[in-house]
Nanobody, 115 residues
Framework: QVQLVESGGGLVQAGGSLRLSCAASGTRFTLNVMRWFRQAPGKQRELVASVASGGGTNYANSAKGRFTISNGNAQNTVYLQMNSLKPEDTAVYYC?????????WGQGTQVTVSS
């Protein structure tokens, strides 16, 4: 059973930055891919970015050029550096991964960007 714990959310003014962290525990295996999703009120959960254990990354169009996802030095940790934040980035951000065909989610961390 993989557990994911996110941290780093908060309230920031438009144009500001936040760094989200996610740490996975409960497995000795290196997770192949770790992802960040977000869900704004009244909207569907959407993929923001993903990073493979080898470092390959993918971004949603809304995140390109502003957000950077990276693997941490510790096994099964991931960061999401968010710059030039906009009010429309306001959402609960969730860490996600999968192992042996089962998907796991963190509890989410709130990001609120004020205008």
């Amino acid at each position: 059973q993989v557990q994911l714990v996110e941290s780093g959310g908060g309230l920031v003014q438009a144009g500001g930055s936040l760094r989200l962290s996610c740490a996975a525990s409960g497995t000795r295996f290196t997770l192949n891919v770790m992802r960040w999703f977000r869900q704004a009120p009244g909207k569907q959960r959407e993929l923001v970015a993903s990073v493979a254990s080898g470092g390959g990354t993918n971004y949603a169009n809304s995140a390109k050029g502003r957000f950077t996802i990276s693997n941490g030095n510790a096994q099964n940790t991931v960061y999401l550096q968010m710059n030039s934040l906009k009010p429309e980035d306001t959402a609960v951000y969730y860490c996600n991964t999968d192992l042996f065909g089962k998907y796991y989610w963190g509890q989410g961390t709130q990001v609120t960007v004020s205008s």
